[in-house]
């Protein structure tokens, strides 16, 4: 356990024994209370004599100041209880988030580092070899398509930085436009088979299907869903993408055949900064902020987005839409 970790730790452990002397001493206080209660009902009781007429109306009203007090002792203590607890547990989730969102964003620090280090330094050394060495025309040419495709990424990743603090904000004001989505989907893998000319990108993708929304949106959804279909799956394997016109929807897949998501992660990966817990995911590049505008954008243009298991493995990423 690092020191971080052994100083939190012991932070929540202090926090829960004064929150635990705070309730005893509210029990502390209900008991002392009743017992004076007590004692004060005995002595009333021990001022009346039975040869006094009023007696028995007197005996009556001690006994029932005392169940007043009693009532009145125990809806206090049960309301002080209810607030302490209350607050307790509200305090102890608001920490318990703060600490869980600064953890997320150191991560994603160290993350945006290294994906903005690794292009810079590739083109970087591109650009060097081509100015100190005389290269043949193909050699140029790859070292070239290489520092673009580095440059491409270093694009969008900036995008998603951007986009997601605008629209986080409410400062992104959206376009809308009637666009042949068919088209711009076509585009889209076409660019990656560009990109990763030895992966197997295989489309059905239905003609004409028009949306109205923000095209640059919608392209930046699909990039973002087909270049994590090819992250987080082996080299050789194969990529589908299908796009059906389903009457008054669409409907969008990306199937990979990958590690595949668990149950349990196929809600928090659209969280800001989530990434899944898997070896294979942890030690891919990636912000964490690719999914989170995948289904910000979605609902943005009254869609939904869903994922499933690929069988034998790997996971469906199916986007629903509607068409124009």
Known sequence: MSYKSKKITTI?????ILLLYVIAALVWWFVALSQQNERMTTLKIQEITKSDTDYQRKYDAILSAKKRKEAQYIGEGAIFLLLISAGAIF????VKA??????????FMMAITHELKTPIA??????ETLQKRKLEISQQEKLINNTLQEANRMNALCNNLLLSYQMESLAYQMTSEKFNFSELLSLCVKDFAERFPLKKIS???????????????????INNLIENAIKYS??????FISLKNMKT????????????ISDM???KVFEKFYRTGTTATQKSKGTGLGLFLVKRIILAHKGSVSIKDNNPQGSIFNIQLPIS
């Open 12 to 16: 929540f452990i202090i926090y829960w």
């Open 265 to 267: 992660d196929k809600i």
């Open 203 to 221: 489309t059905s993708i239905d003609h004409n299907i028009f949306l109205e929304g923000d095209s640059f949106l919608l392209q930046m959804t």
């Open 122 to 127: 590739i083109t970087k050394l591109n650009l």
């Open 98 to 107: 703060q600490l869980k969102t600064t953890e997320q964003q150191k991560n």
């Open 249 to 260: 929807t669409c409907s969008i897949e990306i199937q990979d055949q990958g590690n595949g």
């Open 234 to 239: 082996p080299k050789e394997s194969p990529i």
């Open 91 to 94: 305090i102890f989730r608001a």
